[in-house]
């Protein structure tokens, strides 16, 4: 899924297109406002930089979501945004970053959300006694945006069967080795960390799954 660079700056926008290419993420898009923004497939990731925290970023926020409600956002704020102003506006977002973090702290902000989680903020009125932010699943949003082949589909499904790597393997035709490829690269995709999260995922995200033919 492409990462889509919206800034009021240029120099910011090359800065963030530069920080994704270096980390190999595909970029898309690349505009002054969220208004231009073409229409957007579900789940693609919308990375906008915004110095403002009233009454204007929230209606520009509140529009896209009325647009564009499939894609993910994550919002990167001035430093002066304040608190309370980063939870109000949290609720548009899939994450809220403060300028002042890393570019590391924003890759893994991308990562987080590219995987179908959110980052909550909590609810605070001083920063220095809030805890810090909660990684929680997003809304389902269907079957679409996981980025799955619909071989590790499969394989997910056998999960939630109890297969294990050897049975799977001889169902499909292929070796064990393999199919402990398609998991670790399955685990990836959705963030999972074992066997059992995954089968937990499937259960919850995928369509009954139809066994592939072997091959003769």
Request: with cysteine; net charge negative; charged share 20%.
């Amino acid at each position: 899924m492409p990462v889509h660079i919206v800034g009021e700056s240029r120099l910011l926008r090359d800065m963030f297109l530069n920080i994704c290419e270096a980390h190999d993420y595909e970029t898309g898009g690349c505009c002054s406002s969220l208004a231009e923004l073409p229409p957007l497939p579900a789940r693609d990731l919308v990375l906008f930089y915004s110095h403002c925290t009233g009454a204007a970023l929230e209606a520009e926020l509140r529009s896209f979501r009325a647009r564009k409600g499939g894609a993910h956002l994550i919002l990167v704020t001035g430093d002066d945004c304040p608190p309370d102003a980063q939870v109000r506006l949290s609720t548009y977002a899939e994450a809220v970053i403060p300028e002042r973090q890393s570019a590391d702290a924003l890759i893994a902000a991308l990562q987080v959300v590219q995987n179908g989680y959110r980052i909550v903020l909590p609810e605070a009125a001083d920063a220095a006694e809030a805890a810090l932010p909660a990684v929680v699943p997003c809304p389902p949003d269907g079957r679409a945006g996981h980025g799955l082949s619909d071989r590790e589909q499969l394989i997910l499904a056998k999960l939630t069967e109890g297969a294990t790597n050897k049975s799977i393997a001889n169902e499909l035709g292929i070796c064990e080795a393999t199919v402990k490829v398609h998991l670790r690269t399955c685990f990836r995709k959705i963030g999972a960390k074992n066997r059992t999260q995954a089968a937990l995922w499937a259960s919850e995200r995928l369509p009954p799954q139809t066994a592939e033919p072997r091959p003769h």
